[in-house]
């Protein structure tokens, strides 16, 4: 659907909800962080609003006895489509994406409770459907959505942070005084600046720590945007929003992964995070190696990113896009970027998160 609108020339954003609430241990008033992510959402609004945006599009799981808490989404009219399988379909979707099979019942539970219940505008039946056929019938029984969504204004205040029991609680209560560190993994395309930002993440969690973390390009798919290719704008902003929410959870740290052209990049982000240590760590690596990890992602054969702009690529796109990671490499190397640098040419993941923990990052949260 955001495809559909972009190419129709809408100016328009979208979201996974699921990259809206990486943040762990989930407070025992929120399970499934379900309120978190639709603080969000509504966080996200104001940014990509900013940005020039009409309508959002948003994907994701919700809290399947009373569906999506549009009440924590005041900046804007929320129209909700629920997307439902047969269970079979459910069954073969899960495990052929690599879910675990033990799971699959608690799956199907849910789809069942999702099937009872009657807070959704509109639903689509996906089973056995492609998915522009799904994206088209969405279309359909929302009445032509987003043309059919009312008017809102844009004067909104900022909504105050409230609990799961609907008490307002002051942000200086819920933060603490230290200022909370930040690790960015950069890099150029293919490094693997996700894949290396999710298992420090994993580490950092295992150290006992409540923490955050976000990957920038899920923040930025915002277009058309002539005058800022990267979409930085929106994502420095929408990081920024998307981090006090995270902070009145009570995480003490941030890991986000996401590209730097240059410093100015840095500057627009750091600008927008004041009172933050901000780590810069550049991943770098050589042709052979960005090469692989570009011609994998092109097969599908690596971690899965929503939108993900090189899945399903021809091997000559791939390639170009494997010369550009290369140029980009050899630019950020030239330049400096970065706090720390770490080549990662022959090393596995596990060698490279150990290169990155055993630096400051999990040394100066010792010391909360």
């Known amino acids: 659907m955001y495809t559909h609108l972009e190419r129709a020339g809408?100016?328009?954003?979208?979201?996974?909800?699921?990259?809206l609430g990486i943040c762990y241990p989930e407070p025992a008033w929120d399970p499934g962080r379900h309120c978190m992510k639709a603080r969000n959402v509504d966080a996200v609004v104001a940014g990509f609003r900013a940005a020039g945006a009409r309508c959002l599009i948003v994907s994701g799981v919700v809290d399947p006895a009373c569906g999506a808490h549009i009440d924590r989404i005041p900046r804007a009219a929320v129209t909700v489509c629920r997307l439902r399988a047969d269970r079979e379909v459910l069954r073969q979707r899960f495990t052929g994406?690599?879910?675990?099979?033990?799971?699959?019942?608690?799956?199907?539970?849910?789809?069942?409770?999702?099937?009872?219940?009657?807070?959704?505008?509109?639903?689509?039946?996906?089973?056995g459907l492609p998915v522009n056929e799904v994206a088209r019938l969405v279309r359909e029984r929302t009445g032509g959505w987003p043309a059919s969504a009312p008017g809102r204004s844009s004067d909104v205040p900022e909504p105050s942070a409230v609990t799961a029991a609907g008490r307002s609680t002051a942000s200086a209560q819920l933060e603490p005084s230290t200022d909370p560190p930040i690790l960015w993994l950069c890099g150029a395309t293919g490094v693997g600046k996700?894949?290396?930002?999710?298992?420090?993440?994993?580490?950092?969690?295992?150290?006992?720590?409540?923490?955050?973390?976000?990957?920038?390009?899920?923040?930025?798919?915002?277009?058309p945007a002539p005058d800022d290719?990267?979409?930085?704008?929106?994502?420095?902003?929408?990081?920024?929003?998307v981090w006090r929410t995270y902070r009145a959870a009570g995480a003490q740290c941030l890991i986000m992964s996401g590209p730097v052209e240059d410093e100015a990049t840095v500057k627009s982000y750091a600008e927008a995070l004041p009172a933050t240590q901000l780590t810069l760590c550049r991943l770098h690596a050589g042709r052979q190696h960005l090469t692989q990890r570009i011609m994998s992602r092109g097969q599908g054969s690596s971690w899965v990113q929503p939108g993900d702009p090189l899945r399903g690529q021809s091997i000559a796109r791939l390639l170009r896009v494997a010369d550009q990671a290369v140029a980009s490499a050899a630019g950020l190397e030239a330049a400096g970027i970065g706090d720390m640098r770490i080549d990662t040419d022959g090393l596995t993941l596990e060698q490279v998160a150990d290169a990155i923990t055993a630096g400051a990052v999990l040394s100066e949260l010792r010391t909360w």
């Not at 809408?10 to 990259?19: E, L, M, N």
């Not at 150290?207 to 277009?223: I, K, N, P, S």
């Open 229 to 241: 290719p990267a979409n930085h704008r929106v994502k420095a902003r929408n990081t920024a929003a």
């Open 97 to 127: 994406r690599g879910g675990p099979a033990e799971l699959v019942d608690e799956v199907l539970r849910e789809a069942d409770a999702l099937d009872a219940s009657n807070f959704a505008d509109a639903c689509v039946d996906s089973s």
């Open 194 to 223: 996700s894949t290396v930002g999710f298992e420090v993440y994993r580490r950092v969690l295992a150290a006992g720590v409540t923490a955050a973390y976000l990957d920038l390009d899920q923040l930025g798919f915002c277009r």
């Open 10 to 19: 809408h100016k328009s954003g979208f979201v996974d909800i699921d990259q």
